[in-house]
Structure formats: structure tokens, C-alpha cells
């Protein structure tokens, strides 16, 4: 119901088209851009820490130190083509159809893995912590982290709009 008007929206643009100066455009849908929960709702799969939850093979994934992982590197890849036919029933989740389906899309091949989760809140953040409090021969050290982190106040400050709470 909630991209319902956007996606019959976009169905009459490709059917018809757009017309802009007496020519013909008709738009195609390259990427669809979201992150992962976001990415599970649109599709009507399992999240990313489900057990089926990876959205680019079929793995079943693996509870290890309270984390949901998927530690296979050569599993079964998921294809558009097995996505449409829903062939793993614990990947999709019951009576629900993604609004997408009706298009000309592969909710594979063109929906990307979400950066933020995987890499940022994921990968990123476990080194952080790792360097900040892990071994002592990996730690940094105090004079190193406050260098560190002047060094990114300072390169950053003019990307942050003014509007932003400057960092204390």
C-alpha cells in the first residue's frame, strides 16, 4: 500500500512514456536504493539477521557470538530468476508480494547490498571497538585516538552543515 501509487506511477511511464518537447522518454527503474530493513520490507523477505536473510545467496545463516552470519563463501547465488519463482520458501515471507515484482526489475541483480549496515554499523564498528578496547598490542593509544579524532573534526568540520551541534 505504501508505493502502490509510485509504482502504478511508474508502470504508466513505461507502458506510455513521457513526452518533453515532442519526444518520447520512457524511464527505467536502474537501482533500487535502500538500506537493509528498508530493503527487507520493499522485497517482502526475511531481514538481514534472519536465518535466510542474505539477499544475495542461500545460505542459511549461523549464530555465532550472538551475531547472525553467513560464513559460506561459495554457496548457491540467488538469481532474479529463483527470486520471482520464490524457490527458497524461507527466504520469502508468506503471502507477501513485493510491489516491485510488477515491474521490469531484478530484485537481485539490481537491489545492492546496503553499505551503512554491512560496512559502516557492521565491519567499521566492530575494528573501532576492536582498536579502542581490544588487546593491548593492538590498542591504540591514547595520545594516537585524540590525534585521530582532531584529525577528522578538523577535515570534516566543512563537509557538516552549520546547522549541525558542533562535536564538544
Known amino acids: 500500500m505504501f508505493l502502490d501509487m509510485f509504482i502504478y506511477e511508474l508502470e504508466d511511464l513505461q507502458l ?3 513526452s518533453i518537447n ?3 522518454f520512457f524511464p527505467k527503474i536502474s537501482k533500487i536504493i535502500c538500506d537493509a530493513p528498508a530493503k527487507s520490507f520493499i522485497l517482502g523477505v526475511k531481514g538481514h539477521t534472519g536465518y535466510h536473510g542474505c539477499t544475495k545467496c542461500m545460505q542459511e545463516g549461523e549464530v555465532i ?14 538469481t532474479d530468476e529463483n527470486f520471482q519463482n520464490k524457490v527458497d520458501e524461507n527466504y520469502h515471507k508468506v503471502n507477501i ?9 531484478g530484485l537481485v ?5 546496503d553499505y551503512m549496515h554491512l560496512v ?3 565491519v567499521f564498528k566492530r ?3 576492536f582498536w579502542i578496547k581490544g588487546a593491548k598490542d593492538v590498542r591504540m593509544k591514547q595520545i ?6 582532531a584529525d577528522l573534526v578538523n577535515n570534516f568540520r566543512q563537509c557538516v552543515p552549520k546547522e549541525f551541534s558542533p562535536p564538544t
Open 109 to 113: 541483480s539490481q537491489v545492492p547490498l
Open 144 to 149: 594516537d585516538l585524540e590525534a585521530a579524532s
Open 120 to 122: 559502516c554499523l557492521g
Open 97 to 105: 508480494h513485493s510491489p516491485f515484482e510488477r515491474l521490469n526489475i
Open 16 to 18: 506510455r512514456g513521457l
Open 22 to 24: 515532442n519526444e518520447q
Open 65 to 78: 557470538k550472538s551475531r547472525m552470519t553467513f560464513p559460506e563463501t561459495s554457496n548457491n547465488p540467488r
Open 127 to 129: 575494528l573501532l571497538i
